[in-house]
């Protein structure tokens, strides 16, 4: 006889460990944006913040991806609101410009606060 599975219960998450307690007020692993926290989108917010705007091209060189990788990802961060994409053309060339939006830089300078947060509350235990 087969048995029937076993619905177990999803496992509650931990609470977080009482130095990283009121960053924000949730626990540490949800202050990482998911959309932000990949290497290629964090790269693409990271060179846009440092200058007004980039090219599609320029963005491919600086972050060394492949014209498809960059556009999936670039993709992703337009859809949220993160970038502003212009689509002209140079002569019959098209050109993409990239900017980050005003929503962009906010969700960036978040970001980059919840990591320096959980940079100083674990340095603190490395020397344990």
């Given at each position: 006889?087969?048995?029937?599975?076993?619905?177990?219960?999803?496992?509650?998450?931990?609470?977080?460990?009482?130095?990283?307690?009121?960053?924000?007020?949730?626990?540490?692993?949800?202050?990482?944006?998911?959309?932000?926290?990949?290497?290629?989108?964090?790269?693409?917010?990271?060179?846009?913040?440092?200058?007004?705007?980039?090219?599609?091209?320029?963005?491919?060189?600086?972050?060394?991806?492949?014209?498809?990788?960059?556009?999936?990802?670039a993709r992703?961060?337009?859809?949220?609101?993160?970038?502003?994409?212009?689509?002209?053309?140079?002569?019959?060339?098209?050109?993409?410009?990239?900017?980050?939006?005003?929503?962009?830089?906010?969700?960036?300078?978040?970001?980059?606060?919840?990591?320096?947060?959980?940079?100083?509350?674990?340095?603190?235990?490395?020397?344990?």
């Amino acid at each position: 006889m087969v048995e029937a599975a076993r619905h177990k219960r999803p496992a509650r998450a931990a609470p977080p460990p009482a130095r990283l307690r009121g960053v924000q007020g949730t626990a540490a692993a949800v202050l990482l944006e998911s959309l932000i926290h990949h290497r290629l989108r964090l790269g693409i917010l990271s060179a846009l913040a440092a200058t007004e705007a980039l090219s599609f091209n320029d963005l491919k060189g600086i972050l060394g991806a492949t014209d498809g990788n960059l556009s999936v990802h670039a993709r992703k961060l337009e859809d949220a609101g993160y970038l502003a994409c212009l689509k002209t053309f140079d002569g019959r060339r098209p050109r993409t410009e990239y900017r980050l939006a005003p929503r962009g830089r906010q969700a960036l300078t978040r970001y980059l606060g919840h990591m320096e947060a959980l940079i100083r509350a674990t340095r603190g235990t490395l020397e344990r």
